[in-house]
């Protein structure tokens, strides 16, 4: 008999899979780190990335992301915090490569939004928040950079309310601010949390529990503000309800300084306690996968050249239900064919390391799996089944896109094709251009050309030009037989992208609004945000 325990969904209880989102700069590589820290995960910040200081990105694997300081690709952290098995995936920050924070953000359970505290929310954060809502997923708000001067946070919290429309419900206050930040309150429990400041911030910061009566002789006129401002929030529908904030209505507000570690470990507990574990999804035709049904999973990222050594394509899948083994035999669903999964493994950051058993909530990573591509379905034993796939965004950048050198036509489409399947750009065929030739290039962000450009030169060794297209507007149009309607001059044209959809594209509203009048049954719709 199996002597492992194969209960999936005590398993599945036991996991939590989330992300952090974050305007650019918020802090979320720091915030990483310390999460990792505080679970032991590392013993030393900057130990993720290989290097020292705290000045690292979790993924900075090209180049180009050190040229430029960000973190385009994600990376997922696994560890065990309390009994609790975690998978941290992380996003790009850059509103350029927001896509790919929506398919992350379609593979978790729940999301840390961070807050720079002297930003509050910004134009992207806002956006972020959207997306979380359009997939009813519960929000963690962490107000970061604590320790520098901010805004108020009862600013703070009236911000969120207003703008994001979810409820703060704060889970800490702080007690003073910048320099004279020294913890916080624990609104569950009126005990303060003391931090002790650690030069560099490389180790986790000792910490202390103090009673309320302590608390208040040690910080005088800070604890008493905070306590205050923690009552009015409360008394004005902030206290905690566990279930508003499953709902996605209300949103557990912390506060914290990553770069010093101050703050994070209550994040941690929180999820642990109180962020929902695995739940049952829906396939594409709307019924729930249970837990326990057989493995299914479905691919949520794929990404290549992690290892500058060999260039190797890692695809990262998201277990839905079931027990994966290493090395058992699985269906892609999308293409029917078999895949054997002998090569499973788990990153944490640059470091991987063989993975032999997961569970759903668990992220796996599928290494040299060439065949799969992102929103594919696997399946083990049992009827087929297909999640639903990921949208994609609408784009707003055209370019089209030619080999500078001719001669390596094979390794510029070979190359186009692989960016494709990463989903790095869309890929499009002009059918005024005529089929065959320079494929056109769409994007949601320009910076997504950048690193289509810098890969295809650097990595695949087939340098490409880009002759730039003048539309912004883009919608899809439904009836084939009207595509001469919109495919007429410069100022629009039609694109076909090569998942099969006819997108009608115009220089500007302007062309859009043209068209229309003069032609009032043309057929077009709008691909807000994204399309199935
Ligand atoms: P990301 O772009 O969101 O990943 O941001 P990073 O983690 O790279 O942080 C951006 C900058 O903010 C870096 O210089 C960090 O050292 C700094 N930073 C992050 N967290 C804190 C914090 O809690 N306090 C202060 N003072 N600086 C922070």
Redesign the pocket.
Known sequence: MNSRVTDVPYEAARRRAFAVI?H????????TEAIALHAKAITEAGAVHGKAG??A?VSDWMRMEQARG??ITSAVLRFSYRGTLINLVDTP?HADFSEDTYRVVSAVDSVVM?LDAAKGLEAQTLKLFDVCRSHGLPVITFV?????PGRDALDLCDELAARAGLQPMPLTWPIGQAGEFHGVLDCRDRTMVRYQRIAGGAIAAPEKRLESAEAAAQQGVAWWRACEEADLLAASGGGFDHERFLAAEASPVLF?????NHGVRPLLDFLVDFAPAPRPRMDATRRPRYLDAPFSAFVFKVQTGMNPAHRDQIAFARVCSGEFERGMVVTNGTTSRPFATKYAQQAFGRQRTTLDVAYPGDVIGLVNATALRVGDTLFGSGPPVRFPRLPSFAPAHFAVARPTDIGRGKQFSRAIAQLRTEGVVQVMRSQRRGQGTAPVLAAVGPMQFDVALHRMEWEFGAPMTLEHLPYTVVRRLSDPSQRSLVDTGRRSEVLVRDDGMELAVFAGQVELAVLQRLWPDLKLDHLVGGIG
């Open positions: 974050s650019p700069d918020a802090g979320k590589s720091t915030l705290r000045r990105v960000i973190s920050g961070l970061n950079k604590w320790d520098r914290g300084a990553a770069l010093l």
